[in-house]
């Protein structure tokens, strides 16, 4: 099992950073990648960015340049740098994990999803 706990979130100004945590815990060695992703109400979720387990990085391009991904070492904990926040950026942030291993199936590739945190951006 992967568990996956966000935090960070909270009400910022225009133009202020925040940077979101995403605490990840259970059987990490088989994780490939981790992403960020979020969504506004009535919208879909969406893709923001991802890091893989050799460190490569991509981003979607509306936040390109203003928000970074990184992780420790050990997959224990990523994070998202955002700076330059607009309200456009206000939707739930959501921590998520891609893995190859399946608890009580084996080898096999399953996702995971942390419960979310809200991003409010406004003066």
């Known amino acids: 099992q992967v568990q996956l706990e966000e935090s960070g979130g909270g009400l910022v100004q225009p133009g202020g950073s925040r940077r979101l945590s995403c605490a990840v815990s259970?059987?990490?060695?088989?994780?490939?990648?981790m992403d960020w992703y979020r969504q506004a109400p009535g919208k879909q979720r969406e893709w923001v960015a991802r890091?893989?387990?050799?460190?490569?990085?991509d981003y979607l391009d509306s936040v390109k340049g203003r928000f970074t991904i990184s992780k420790d070492g050990t997959w224990n904990m990523v994070f998202l740098q955002m700076n330059s926040l607009e309200p456009e950026d206000t939707p739930v942030y959501y921590c998520?994990?891609?893995?190859?291993?399946?608890?009580?199936?084996?080898?096999?590739?399953?996702?995971?999803w942390g419960q979310g945190t809200q991003v409010t951006v406004s003066s």
């Open positions: 259970g059987n990490t060695l088989r994780i490939t990648n």
């Open positions: 998520h994990a891609r893995s190859y291993y399946v608890p009580d199936v084996g080898p096999g590739e399953i996702e995971y």
């Open positions: 890091i893989t387990s050799s460190g490569r990085t």
